[in-house]
């Protein structure tokens, strides 16, 4: 689906930044300035973890209509454990947790399936389930007791495949799809619950980088253009520092710290969460080893440098072990023209020569 879609097929969900729209039939939204104050789920004083050791305490934050928000911090330390006990899928230890205004202990499993959808990275037991049927499945809050599909269910399900770009995974056996595949139907499966709010645990783990780019630019229209509030923990956290619009960060000291990606960095959480050995590039917005013992490199060009040769010539400079400074560095790298460099005396005429002579001479 392409951003501006909504007002040519109806989405699978509720239009939740616009909460006049019915289910079905969603016009043109601007979710950014409606959702504000549009509070989907939210937590008090949350205490989550195991009964003989609390992974995260005081945890107090909100996702709101038409927000994506995003969960990072360092291996086992307690992203899928918030994860699932947002969804109920774990115990609380203390603190509460609201759904829309009501607290998550109150709704039924059927009232809590059809408000809020969670995907795992456990790899389903799919048997001999087709695409299809999986992504059906999605519609077990909504059906009746012997679980038929109507008009309605199958208009849902054909919706979330094609939103997803699975409609092609739907008559294939589930057993016999890539990793990647797989994702891809459990998404849509979610979206078949028609929730107000989506969960997805490391969603981009099993994904190309084309594929990662293709699901960030569908939870953007997800909750942009469609209103859903989307939290999703992640490793790839560079991609999402450029696009989501909230990040909340688990810090090594067990603390949850949330807002917007620039504040996130401008208070210095995301040089915290790495070990010594690591740093943050504000400059960049990448994660890199620590760069502050490097010699330093200057980097001139004419005023008609392409700035891909630019760019490259930096990386490249980089990658053999030198800081870029924009003044008093201990060297200077003059770019001349595509396919020569000048260092000192020496003009070089690849990329490759540059990079060996530069780390010949530190």
């Given at each position: 689906m392409e951003p501006g879609s909504c007002c040519h097929s109806t989405p699978?969900?509720?239009?939740?930044?616009?909460?006049s729209c019915s289910t079905f039939s969603c016009g043109s939204t601007a979710p950014a300035e409606a959702s504000v104050s549009d509070v989907r789920l939210a937590t008090t004083d949350l205490t989550v973890g195991y009964r003989r050791r609390a992974v995260l305490s005081d945890v107090n934050v909100t996702l709101h209509a038409g927000e994506l928000a995003c969960l990072i911090g360092a291996n086992g330390i307690g992203k899928s454990t918030l994860m699932r006990t947002l969804a109920r899928a774990q115990p609380r230890l203390a603190g509460r947790i609201d759904?829309?205004?009501?607290?998550?202990?109150?709704?039924?499993?059927?009232?809590?399936?059809?408000?809020?959808?969670?995907?795992?990275?456990?790899?389903?037991?799919?048997?001999?389930?087709r695409g299809y049927d999986l992504v059906a499945l999605g519609r077990a809050p909504h059906t009746g007791w012997f679980g038929r599909l109507d008009d309605t269910d199958r208009r849902v399900i054909e919706q979330a495949l094609d939103t997803t770009d699975a409609g092609h995974l739907a008559g294939r056996p589930v057993s016999?799809?890539?990793?990647?595949?797989?994702?891809?139907?459990?998404i849509a499966r979610a979206l078949a619950q028609q929730p107000s709010v989506l969960l997805l645990d490391e969603p981009t783990a099993f994904l190309d980088v084309a594929a990662r780019l293709q699901l960030i630019k569908l939870l953007l229209s997800l909750t942009h253009e469609h209103g859903l509030a989307v939290l999703m923990s992640t490793?790839?956290?560079?991609?999402?520092?450029?696009?989501?619009?909230?990040?909340?960060?688990?810090?090594?000291?067990?603390?949850?710290?949330?807002?917007?990606?620039?504040?996130?960095?401008?208070?210095?959480?995301?040089?915290?969460?790495?070990?010594?050995?690591?740093?943050?590039?504000?400059?960049?917005?990448?994660?890199?080893?620590?760069?502050r013992h490097l010699a330093t490199a200057r980097i001139t060009a004419p005023h008609d440098c392409p700035a891909d040769l630019l760019a490259w010539t930096s990386r490249a400079v980089e990658r053999a072990g030198y800081r870029i400074r924009e003044h008093h560095a201990d060297i200077t790298v003059e770019v001349r023209s595509p396919g020569r460099w000048l260092v000192g005396p020496h003009e070089l005429g690849s990329v490759a020569t540059l990079v060996s002579y530069l780390r010949d001479g530190r």
């Open positions: 699978p969900w509720p239009c939740s930044a616009r909460p759904l829309r205004g009501r607290p998550i202990t109150d709704l039924s499993p059927r009232e809590l399936a059809a408000e809020l959808a969670i995907v795992l990275t456990d790899r389903v037991a799919a048997g001999q389930l016999e799809l890539s990793d990647g595949e797989r994702q891809r139907l459990m490793h790839d956290v560079e991609h999402m520092l450029r696009h989501a619009d909230s990040v909340w960060l688990i810090t090594p000291e067990h603390e949850l710290a949330s807002g917007a990606p620039e504040e996130i960095g401008l208070a210095g959480h995301l040089e915290h969460m790495l070990n010594d050995a690591a740093a943050f590039d504000p400059r960049t917005g990448t994660f890199t080893w620590d760069t």
